[in-house]
């Protein structure tokens, strides 16, 4: 059966989210997806030719199942932020392979992780800041920190589905194919983080 880039990019997605960059060779990737060795370089070109499409295909795909779910202006501030980070919750719940890529070209400077933050990270922190600005300067939430919600939503609430073998040793595994299941949990974890930034009015003695 032909596979189309789609899959053949899908596939290398998850090779290179299980192994690494520099722990995939060319030969385990073409027998991981199940291809002869030449269909790769003739296809797409080298190895890194290869990663690089492989994460543009995830996060366009990503991107445009976020733009899909996100709530138009008219909505209150607090609640069109809520929806933002539960639709990004849920959307990162589906497609774990970016998170471990994340995780793993995060660890050390290079020029994978300058591609990842300047094409992919770095925009979903632009595109909030304006909000939370907005936000934290009426008072209603705590902090105007983009990096900080980055960080909850992605290592904290996405970390179910980029380290599953963590989750099933504390016994909470999420099962990524599970839409109630994914649905459940990020309801939870952004109702925890909203608990943490959402401003609360002093107590005042009387």
Do not use: C
């Not at 995060?106 to 939370?132: K, N, Q």
């Amino acid at each position: 059966m032909t596979r189309t880039d789609a899959e053949l990019l899908d596939a290398a997605l998850e090779a290179f989210a299980e192994r690494g960059y520099d722990g995939t060779s060319m030969r385990e990737l073409a027998r991981s997806l199940g291809v002869s060795h030449n269909l790769l370089p003739q296809r797409f070109g080298s190895k890194e030719r290869i990663w690089y499409l492989a994460v543009d295909h995830g996060f366009g795909t990503l991107a445009a199942e976020l733009a899909a779910t996100t709530p138009g202006p008219p909505l209150d501030d607090l609640v069109r932020l809520r929806a933002m980070v539960l639709g990004f919750v849920m959307a990162n719940a589906t497609r774990p392979a970016l998170l471990r890529i994340i995780n793993q070209e995060a660890a050390a400077p290079g020029p994978r992780l300058d591609y990842l933050f300047d094409s992919y990270i770095g925009p979903v922190g632009e595109a909030g800041t304006d909000l939370l600005g907005r936000l934290h300067a009426k008072g209603e939430i705590t902090t105007s920190s983009s990096a900080l919600l980055y960080f909850l939503m992605t290592h904290g609430a996405g970390a179910p589905f980029a380290l599953p073998s963590l989750a099933e040793r504390f016994g909470r595994p999420v099962d990524p194919d599970d839409p109630a299941a994914i649905r459940a949990w990020a309801e939870m974890l952004v109702d925890t983080i909203f608990d943490g930034i959402v401003a609360r009015p002093n107590n005042i003695d009387n």
